[in-house]
């Protein structure tokens, strides 16, 4: 909540996000090529994805580390799609030709457009956890998330819930038809080293 605002305003987002992305996709390269292959997501900020050599690094991380770019899903803010959204479309464009995941990150927080839904080439859109937070005990936050369900599924994007801490929040979303979600009430944040012995006892697809 300090760091990465402060790392936006003085620039060092840049360096930094760069450094996160390389990490990231040659730790899923390793667990690939020793047959996990799992797809792991990346957040961009606004000022990263609007560097000219952004897709160009992308490509480059991806052919170093011979990850497959189905592998890799960038996670994008409603904010960096509305800056300018010429550009946006044209770089988002670039990368699904690249083969890479795009999904929009903490949808609902102010800058909601639904026309850039059906625009963009987008795959996920991840409910932000500030709607999740109180579903099974407030009927207007759970009248929000069944009707952001029911869009991105008539949509064909994949619909996930972040920030689930309750059993009855992930059975809410089940039952509305969102079967992908992250939060503590499945795991808290891990090492790699940590994650492979999770990934070597659970079945994943």
């Known amino acids: ?19 996160v992305l390389e990490q990231a996709v040659r730790q899923a390269a390793h667990w690939q090529q020793a047959g996990r292959a799992v797809r792991v997501a990346v957040n961009v900020s606004a000022l990263q994805f609007e560097q000219a050599d952004f897709v160009t690094r992308v490509a480059q991380t991806l052919c170093r580390s011979a990850l497959p770019p189905s592998l890799l899903e960038l996670e994008l803010t409603e904010s960096i799609l509305v800056r300018d959204a010429d550009d946006a479309l044209k770089r988002l464009q670039s990368l699904a030709d690249l083969g890479v995941a795009l999904a929009i990150d903490d949808f609902g927080t102010g800058y909601s457009s639904l026309g850039y839904l059906k625009q963009y080439p987008l795959d996920v859109l991840k409910i932000d956890r500030s709607f999740v937070r109180d579903i099974a005990s407030d009927p207007n936050d759970a009248a929000i998330v069944s009707t952001i369900i029911a869009m991105a599924r008539s949509l064909n994007l994949t619909v996930l819930g972040e920030g689930i801490e309750t059993e009855a929040q992930r059975q809410f979303l089940l039952q509305q038809g969102c079967r992908h979600g ?16 999770l990934l070597s006892v659970t079945p994943h697809s």
Request: proline content about 9%; hydrophobic content about 50%; glycine content about 12%.
């Open 1 to 19: 909540a300090q760091f990465i605002p402060l790392a936006e305003e003085n620039g060092a987002i840049v360096p930094i996000g760069n450094w």
């Open 182 to 197: 992250q939060g503590y009430l499945f795991g808290r944040p891990v090492s790699a080293v940590e994650m492979e012995a």
